[in-house]
């Protein structure tokens, strides 16, 4: 049976012809037309459940974007109260939405008496309300003066909720415009939003903390205790410090729990795990040789790493045009990396692979290109040029090589990602006997070989794109075993080589 039609600010609950109930409300906010919010469900307790999570969401939302310009009616609170008293609905979720619902208006209410005259007659609606039967009574009387308002709207803004809202404004800054000319990386907000996923959200909801401002400086130095690894622990630390920030920003809290925690420290690899990250200088041509035996695009995509030091994502977006066959030299202006695709309400559906802009501006570079990568790489220039005009799975999808054709392509034609780099590797490894190594341990290796051999801190700084040395040195140099001894020889020359023996 349908009900009557609801008036302003009371409930309509009302059964539909396929069989679902629809719950409405007309609301009226500030100087905005009077908005109807209607939600269905398959009964009439999940059909009001989900619009009171509507109308809590609509205020919040009208309130941060600052469309409450003045007070709710009086009689907003008192309609909704007495039409769900009528509904005969009385669950404690029921109770306890409606509850939030009441507390915010009174709040914002009091919020915004508190920048009026105290010589005006206007004050906040707070009139005891009897929700249902033998259900406590909402008792939210606000002082005359508003010296110190509750600060409601704070407290009940939901941590899940807002975090959401943050990535999508985090992936809004991915996009290049006049106001936004420096855009974030896509990847860096990829990482952000695993972060929050995969840790912070677990651990909270796990300790019951589901609002906002239940995120003190107490509870983050237990997550941050919790959290395995210093890496992961920085990230995380970084990670909510950003989000406070915009949450301070949008007025949904007022002060950053982060403030008096110290950034957690990347504790530096100790020495013999360094050893086991990097080819050591005289061992590097039996590298080569092993790569140009492989002779395929991953093995050559590997020399080129080590014989320049680029990351793995540049040298997955190097395309032909990169080759400045003038100058010999080789243009780092592109990074191919793999993407998460988000639905609307922002969940993993699947992965998608594009071009990127580099990690920092001082990663857009030249670097000299050395003789042997230079035959190298035209030798393989020449064999895909070859392949393209003789394979056929390559004339189905209508391709023609042209030099922004990426140089190093996978046996479906298209650029690796770093991710496939990392499985590879160790398998060519162990294919030609080779000591354990990573992608970014081909970079090391670069680094290291370019010290040993005393190139200038400047130079090895700008080649490796840094934006100082100490980064280059803290995080890439390695020493060798061999660099050790003849330093240790040269220093005690005198003690080791024309001492005496009596």
Not at 226 to 255: C, E, M, R, S, W
Not at 405 to 429: G, I
Not at 474 to 480: A, C, G
Request: proline share 5%; net charge positive; glycine share 2%.
């Amino acid at each position: 049976m349908e009900k009557e039609r609801a008036k302003k600010y009371e409930v309509s609950i009302a059964l539909k012809r396929n069989g679902y109930y629809i719950a409405t409300i007309s609301l009226k906010i500030g100087g905005e037309p009077a908005k109807r919010i209607e939600n269905s469900g398959t009964t009439e307790e999940l059909a009001l459940l989900g619009l009171l999570n509507k109308v809590v969401a609509y205020i919040d939302t009208a309130f941060s974007n600052g469309l409450i310009t003045c007070k709710f009616d009086d009689r907003v609170s008192q309609r909704l109260v007495d039409s769900i008293n009528k509904t005969g609905i009385s669950t404690p979720e029921i109770l306890q939405k409606t509850l939030i619902i009441v507390d915010k208006i009174n709040n914002i209410n009091a919020h915004i008496l508190q920048n009026i005259s105290l010589q005006t007659n206007i004050f906040p609606f707070h009139q005891p309300l009897n929700i249902a039967n033998n259900t406590p009574t909402i008792n939210k009387n606000l002082s005359s003066s508003y010296e110190k308002p509750e600060p409601a709207i704070e407290s009940k803004v939901m941590l899940e909720n807002f975090a959401i809202e943050w990535i999508k404004y985090r992936f809004s800054l991915c996009n290049k415009t006049e106001d936004n000319p420096k855009p974030l990386s896509k990847k860096t907000v990829d990482g952000n939003y695993k972060t929050i996923i995969d840790v912070i959200l677990p651990y909270c909801k796990k300790n019951k903390k589901l609002y906002l401002h239940e995120l003190t400086e107490d509870f983050i130095i237990q997550l941050l205790k919790k959290v395995k690894g210093q890496t992961l622990k920085k990230h995380v630390y970084i990670v909510l410090n950003i989000l406070f920030k915009y949450a301070i920003k949008n007025k949904k809290i007022t002060k950053n729990p982060l403030t008096n925690i110290d950034k957690p420290v990347q504790i530096s690899k100790p020495e013999i795990e360094k050893l086991t990250d990097y080819i050591e200088p005289d061992r590097q041509n039996l590298w080569l040789n092993s790569f140009e035996k492989e002779n395929t695009d991953m093995s050559l995509l590997f020399e080129t790493m080590l014989l320049t030091g680029i990351r793995p994502e540049e040298a997955c977006g190097l395309k032909w045009s990169a080759m400045d066959l003038n100058n010999n030299e080789l243009i780092i202006k592109n990074a191919y990396k793999e993407f998460i695709v988000y639905d609307d309400d922002m969940k993993p559906i699947g992965h998608t692979r594009h071009d990127d802009k580099l990690k920092t501006p001082e990663s857009y570079r030249s670097i000299p290109l050395r003789p042997r990568l230079m035959e190298v790489l035209l030798k393989h220039k020449q064999e895909q040029k070859e392949l393209f005009k003789n394979s056929q799975a390559i004339k189905r999808h209508n391709r023609k090589w042209t030099l922004n054709e990426y140089m190093f392509l996978s046996r479906t034609y298209h650029p690796y990602v770093s991710d496939t780099l990392s499985s590879a590797l160790p398998k060519f490894c162990r294919k030609y006997n080779l000591e354990k190594m990573t992608p970014y341990g081909l970079r090391h290796s670069f680094a290291t070989f370019c010290s040993e051999q005393g190139m200038e801190q400047i130079v090895l700084m700008r080649l490796m794109g840094h934006t100082d040395f100490q980064t280059t040195q803290k995080y890439y140099i390695r020493v060798s075993p061999k660099r050790k001894k003849l330093a240790m020889q040269k220093a005690y020359k005198d003690i080791f080589f024309e001492r005496k023996v009596v």
